[in-house]
């Protein structure tokens, strides 16, 4: 089963443009993780937060987490063509992935 | 450590044939997982492995499917009388103990169609 939505479902933007996604999850979190997948291959880690953290930064990648609304939203600053992927995130307490924003960046 | 691998990366059967699928983890992480993907949809969590033991396993996974991970090292996932419902990307991931090995490394996916 899956987890919570991802909103939006799909974003296009301009190179050099901010892109914010956002999840909500449905039980309670160890940490929230955040996965890229490129089309066709498996998914890399991006960026972990704790269920303690409010905010968590990591080169152009900033994650917030709100516990009491059970979301959590990934922002990518400067985007890049290479970025265009679909982003997933992750409850690591029961296993589970959002359905996934799909990104993207248009040269 | 060269990744997590699956094998093999396509298969194509037919309606009624069992399939088999193999996943080798990185060799230091004692926890496994399968997961389920179709076209558009996020990851569908099927099984997970803490060394051989499968701790947990979707309900809404049918008799039809099983898992196992006899020394806790690779795994092998069978579907028994594939239905074409079945075609998607089975993707297997691993992972540490503890607070610093909690990210899940994933292999390329086995896809699979079913005709």
């Known amino acids: 089963s899956q987890q919570g939505e991802e909103d939006p479902q799909a974003l296009s933007i301009q190179e050099g443009e901010n892109a914010t996604m956002n999840c909500s999850y449905k039980?309670?979190?160890?940490?929230l993780q955040w996965y890229r997948q490129n089309s066709g291959r498996g998914l890399v880690h991006l960026i972990l937060?704790?269920?303690?953290?409010r905010e968590k930064h990591s080169g152009r990648l900033r994650v917030t987490l709100d516990t009491s609304k059970k979301s959590s939203s990934l922002l990518i600053t400067a985007s890049r063509a290479a970025d265009t992927a679909s982003y997933f995130c992750?409850?690591?307490?029961?296993?589970?992935f959002g359905a996934g924003t799909r990104l993207t960046v248009k040269p | 450590d060269t990744g997590v691998s699956q094998d093999p990366r396509h298969k194509i059967t037919k309606r009624g044939q069992n399939v088999t699928f193999r996943c080798d983890p990185i060799?230091?992480?004692?926890?496994l997982y399968w997961y389920r993907q179709t076209l558009g949809q996020g990851p569908e969590f099927l099984t997970y492995?803490?060394?051989?033991?499968?701790?947990?396993k979707s309900r809404l996974l049918s008799d039809r499917f099983s898992a196992e991970r006899p020394k806790g090292s690779f795994s092998t996932l069978e579907i028994q009388r594939t239905e074409q419902g079945d075609s998607a990307m089975y993707l297997c991931?691993?992972?540490?103990?503890?607070?610093?090995?909690?990210?899940?490394?994933f292999g390329s996916g086995t896809q699979l169609s079913v005709l």
């Open positions: 492995f803490q060394n051989e033991a499968q701790l947990e």
């Open positions: 992750y409850n690591n307490n029961d296993m589970r």
């Open positions: 039980t309670s979190i160890n940490n």
């Open positions: 937060i704790r269920s303690n953290e």
């Open positions: 991931a691993s992972s540490g103990d503890g607070r610093a090995n909690e990210k899940l490394f």
């Open positions: 060799s230091e992480h004692n926890r």
